[in-house]
């Protein structure tokens, strides 16, 4: 058990069923009470779930049908709570609590074929982990946007979207 | 020897050989009998390659000159295999096999200056490692990609290639 | 104490104070006699500076005010050298000593609002590391570019800036 490796494995599953639209893997990286504060978005106002379920029913909302998304997360700066009774490590044996605190660099992209939009940004988040039962989630997840630029494909006649993993997936309604 | 590590270095030394076109040091990458499905290509039907020899001709050849590809990869998830008749570690010392698998996301960037195009796209690769002396490498790379764009430099005329690594390899013939 | 784990901590908090322009922070990451070798810019000849504080003076003045600023780190690949007299690990400690180097990708983002212009690049760092009274510092810092490119904003009408951190910080004058 490598608590560092845990953290770090549990975030890019977190990005991955996001971009691959696996919503059932997608909500198991969150504890029931997790919340997200995805700040400034293109489309409103600062954005605040509250609990696994309305963040998995916001995003499975958001970017279904044929939306592509890429969340790149990369440059993990790990902080593990000693566990309880532990602060001092005077026994040597520096435990590793069942909470922990996490900052990301981020770059994502998002395709909106039928809406011809394209939007690119960088974020770091700070996140909370906690653990349960042995098995490290997502407690919190938030952001505050370096950037975020959109781009309509008008700009670029010449702009071919060779591969859409969801192209044959329906736009919703 | 910590296997984890040494196959999150195979993948970088996969994608920086590969990006700075050192073809000996990206041949010692791949197994003797590696396989390569790198799933739609921009110019072509699903591409698959077998053999060490072959993954490396292909890139030499379509990657010369002074084209210019950038595969940035991160987001480890990699799974390493129990060692033979380890598989219920009941000794606890849950000794590493020699095969792995590996999932990554990665994101590419290449620009083909005489054609005057760039393409940018984003997949997750499913690779399998294996170990033969005591050295890790590919033994199959994979992936099906996320989206892939095409857009032309006539779109941008203000655009400016301010540096290109293999300004002065003329281009292949 | 992980030495690793330690430097790539140390390369990641490089890019995010940077990137956030904790000046105090990113002067912290590199030792006092550090040098930066920056390779080709956009603007200048080869970029060479000399000490923590040429490096810290020259990204304060050339990144601050409104400009948005991206260097997204992955793909370490880290020697530490052996500790000295332990370079036959006879006594199987393996014991790490006070200096290492790393090679690493990154891609860089720069938006300059008031000119309207977007940087777009990728590099490989050679980065040199040493440990100073238990505290890995970055001693050396460089690269060569793969590529870099720039584009006005005036090539896509449609562009918007959605957010941008710094906003309501005045252009330096």
Redesign the interface.
């Known amino acids: 058990m490598d608590s560092?490796?845990d953290i770090r494995?549990l975030k890019?599953?977190y990005?991955?069923s996001l971009?691959?639209k696996r919503w059932d893997e997608f909500a198991d990286v969150f504890t029931e009470d997790a919340t997200a504060d995805y700040?400034?978005r293109?489309t409103s106002e600062p954005l605040t779930l509250r609990g696994r379920e309305q963040i998995v029913s916001y995003m499975r909302d958001a970017l279904g049908g044929n939306i592509?998304t890429?969340h790149?997360?990369?440059?993990?700066?790990i902080e593990i709570a000693p566990s309880v009774g532990d602060g001092d490590n005077a026994d040597g044996d520096n435990a590793d609590g069942d909470t922990a605190e996490g900052?990301w660099?981020f770059?994502d992209?998002v395709?909106v074929p039928d809406h011809r939009i394209m939007?690119k940004?960088?974020a770091?988040y700070e996140d909370r982990y906690r653990r349960e039962n042995g098995v490290w989630r997502i407690s919190h997840i938030g952001y505050?946007?370096?950037?975020?630029?959109?781009?309509?494909f008008?700009?670029?006649?010449?702009?071919?979207?060779?591969?859409?993993?969801w192209a044959d997936v329906p736009q919703q309604v």
Chains 1, 2, 3 share one sequence.
């Open positions: 560092l490796e494995r890019y599953r990005a991955r971009d691959l700040g400034t293109a592509i890429v790149f997360c990369a440059q993990p700066e900052t660099c770059e992209t395709i939007i940004g960088s770091y505050q946007r370096t950037y975020e630029l959109m781009v309509s008008d700009d670029m006649p010449s702009l071919q979207l060779l591969a859409n993993r």
